[in-house]
């Protein structure tokens, strides 16, 4: 039945509800019933079907033993799935302060409104403007974290016009990012951010009492303080320019619904349902906090049917988290989340300068060392690009991040969509290159990509459209920032 012999290519499967998922080394996927998985295995290809031949040909599962272009097809598909990692730091995170007015339970590092110790210096603040541009990525992303970077917006104006006239030398495509509770935004701030094109990123956790609950501050009022930032940011830089995400606590566990539909009422067309993160000052509380993972399983569950309800009903919501793994799942080119690529992308794709002085590859990261642990700084601010990246810690990185070193990842039917991630290793275990299986890193992404794989093999051709869409790029804005 073959014109030319076929060979089975490397591919890896799992069950997913009533048919086995299969992968192949591109990325692409087919469910296939059991029995026909089993004749590919075996090599019996020329036993099923046509229309399924020419569908494992195509998606990679097979090639013609003759067939030349076959190996330089399957490797540029997966370069593609690998192209934001070439092109160096394209995030450049700065920290200028810790300080906010805020004192969340589960925040990793803020610091009180008097405590002016932990605040970037003004020579670190400028080395940082000169050190993003080493990068050979054309776009970069700037983005400000705290703490709450309003409350020195005099380092954060600084550096915006700082680098806007190196960039006149440089020409690159610049986008500066603000993550605040907007509590300290005025008219005056606003009219600088909407000169400088700047967006803005925001928490909301749910509903003010949840909010409220969630993010203490003296007033207890600080769900109405951002809800006001978000409206005065809307009239004066555009709808589109401010974006919320939310943390999952103890107390959200009882309120997916009410949370989505906090999003709904605001008007926000993407809700990002974060877990709890485990590093730093959450660890600490992880007893009154923290959750099992299979209730932020059931939360989740319980929230994306929340959406897609709305979206049923004419209302666009997308969440972020399914946006990356379906943009996993259903798009050939990867939008480069650092968590999931392999290697990392923390310290090539992002940096962070921290107002302690120095370089890490990742926000996680420098949470990290708030708790002590500063076994992840890159260098000082100032290191030259190249040095950061040859450093022991970053070579570390790098081959605690590599799927085809792991044992647990090279089994693993997710290995082309996901990658363990050495950061969450370390704040869970202390070492980088813990068994990935073990942490909770591998737990949720497998459990995420058999959620969206059953919900995929259960589309209707509506949902699946929605599910391309949402596949697409999350805008700039809408990245995802902490507050
Ligand atoms: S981290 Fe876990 S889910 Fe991800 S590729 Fe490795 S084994 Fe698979």
Same mark, same amino acid.
């Given at each position: 039945?073959?014109?030319? $012999?076929?060979?089975?290519? $490397?591919?890896?499967?799992?069950?997913?509800?009533?048919?086995?998922?299969?992968?192949?080394?591109?990325?692409?996927?087919?469910?296939?019933?059991?029995?026909?998985?089993?004749?590919?295995?075996?090599?019996?290809?020329?036993?099923?079907?046509?229309?399924?031949?020419?569908?494992?040909?195509?998606?990679?599962?097979?090639?013609?033993?003759?067939?030349? +272009?076959?190996?330089?097809?399957?490797?540029?598909?997966?370069?593609?799935?690998?192209?934001?990692?070439?092109?160096?730091?394209?995030?450049?995170?700065?920290?200028?302060?810790?300080?906010?007015?805020?004192?969340?339970?589960?925040?990793?590092?803020?610091?009180?409104?008097?405590?002016?110790?932990?605040?970037?210096?003004?020579?670190?603040?400028?080395?940082?403007?000169?050190?993003?541009?080493?990068?050979?990525?054309?776009?970069?992303?700037?983005?400000?974290?705290?703490?709450?970077?309003?409350?020195?917006?005099?380092?954060?104006?600084?550096?915006?016009?700082?680098?806007?006239?190196?960039?006149?030398?440089?020409?690159?495509?610049?986008?500066?990012?603000?993550?605040?509770?907007?509590?300290?935004?005025?008219?005056?701030?606003?009219?600088?951010?909407?000169?400088?094109?700047?967006?803005?990123?925001?928490?909301?956790?749910?509903?003010?009492?949840?909010?409220?609950?969630?993010?203490?501050?003296? +007033?207890?009022?600080?769900?109405?303080?951002?809800?006001?930032?978000?409206?005065?940011?809307?009239?004066?830089?555009?709808?589109?320019?401010?974006?919320?995400?939310?943390?999952?606590?103890?107390?959200?566990?009882?309120?997916?619904?009410?949370?989505?539909?906090?999003?709904?009422?605001?008007?926000?067309?993407?809700?990002?349902?974060? $877990?709890?993160?485990?590093?730093?000052?959450?660890?600490?509380?992880?007893?009154?906090?923290?959750?099992?993972?299979?209730?932020?399983?059931?939360?989740?569950a319980?929230?994306?049917?929340?959406?897609?309800?709305?979206?049923?009903?004419?209302?666009?919501?997308?969440?972020?988290?399914?946006?990356?793994?379906?943009?996993?799942?259903?798009?050939?080119?990867?939008?480069?989340?650092?968590?999931?690529?392999? $290697?990392?992308?923390?310290?090539?794709?992002?940096?962070?300068?921290?107002?302690? +002085?120095?370089?890490?590859?990742?926000?996680?990261?420098?949470?990290?060392?708030?708790?002590?642990?500063?076994?992840?700084?890159? +260098?000082?601010?100032?290191?030259?690009?190249?040095?950061?990246?040859?450093?022991?810690?970053?070579?570390?990185?790098?081959?605690?991040?590599?799927?085809?070193?792991?044992?647990?990842?090279?089994?693993?039917?997710?290995?082309?969509?996901?990658?363990?991630?050495?950061?969450?290793?370390?704040?869970?275990?202390?070492?980088?290159?813990?068994?990935?299986?073990?942490?909770?890193?591998?737990?949720?992404?497998?459990w995420l990509f058999d959620f969206f794989f059953q919900r995929?093999?259960?589309?209707?051709?509506?949902?699946?459209?929605?599910?391309?869409?949402?596949?697409?790029?999350?805008?700039?804005?809408?990245?995802?920032?902490?507050?």
């Amino acid at each position: 039945m073959e014109a030319y $012999p076929i060979e089975v290519q $490397p591919h890896w499967s799992r069950r997913i509800g009533a048919k086995s998922l299969a992968v192949s080394a591109s990325g692409d996927y087919l469910f296939l019933e059991e029995t026909d998985l089993l004749a590919l295995r075996e090599g019996r290809v020329s036993e099923l079907p046509l229309g399924l031949q020419a569908k494992l040909k195509a998606r990679q599962f097979t090639k013609a033993v003759t067939a030349l +272009g076959s190996e330089s097809l399957l490797l540029s598909r997966q370069a593609a799935r690998h192209g934001t990692l070439h092109e160096g730091p394209s995030l450049h995170i700065v920290v200028p302060t810790l300080q906010c007015a805020h004192s969340c339970q589960y925040c990793q590092v803020s610091r009180s409104l008097l405590d002016t110790g932990h605040t970037i210096t003004k020579e670190d603040l400028l080395s940082v403007c000169e050190s993003i541009f080493q990068s050979n990525a054309r776009a970069l992303t700037v983005e400000f974290q705290g703490g709450d970077p309003l409350l020195r917006f005099d380092l954060v104006k600084a550096a915006i016009i700082r680098i806007k006239e190196l960039n006149r030398v440089h020409q690159r495509s610049i986008r500066f990012v603000i993550a605040s509770t907007l509590h300290q935004l005025d008219k005056e701030i606003c009219a600088f951010l909407r000169e400088h094109h700047v967006l803005l990123s925001t928490s909301i956790d749910g509903p003010s009492s949840l909010h409220n609950r969630n993010r203490p501050v003296p +007033g207890r009022d600080a769900y109405e303080r951002t809800v006001r930032g978000i409206g005065l940011a809307r009239e004066y830089l555009g709808f589109d320019a401010v974006s919320a995400l939310m943390t999952t606590t103890k107390a959200s566990l009882s309120f997916p619904e009410a949370i989505v539909d906090e999003y709904v009422n605001l008007g926000f067309e993407d809700i990002f349902l974060r $877990p709890l993160s485990t590093y730093g000052f959450a660890k600490r509380n992880q007893a009154l906090l923290g959750y099992e993972v299979i209730e932020f399983q059931q939360f989740y569950a319980k929230a994306f049917s929340r959406i897609i309800y709305w979206n049923k009903r004419g209302v666009p919501l997308r969440e972020v988290y399914a946006s990356i793994i379906l943009n996993k799942i259903l798009s050939p080119f990867d939008t480069g989340y650092v968590d999931l690529q392999s $290697p990392t992308g923390a310290g090539q794709s992002v940096l962070v300068y921290n107002y302690d +002085g120095y370089v890490y590859p990742s926000d996680e990261a420098r949470m990290l060392a708030e708790t002590g642990d500063v076994s992840l700084r890159l +260098g000082k601010i100032g290191t030259p690009m190249s040095v950061l990246q040859k450093s022991v810690v970053q070579q570390a990185l790098i081959s605690s991040s590599l799927v085809a070193e792991m044992p647990d990842c090279h089994a693993c039917a997710y290995q082309n969509f996901c990658a363990p991630n050495p950061i969450d290793a370390q704040a869970q275990f202390g070492r980088m290159d813990a068994p990935p299986a073990s942490t909770e890193h591998c737990q949720r992404h497998i459990w995420l990509f058999d959620f969206f794989f059953q919900r995929i093999q259960q589309a209707d051709p509506e949902m699946l459209d929605l599910f391309h869409a949402w596949a697409q790029p999350v805008k700039e804005a809408r990245r995802l920032c902490d507050v």
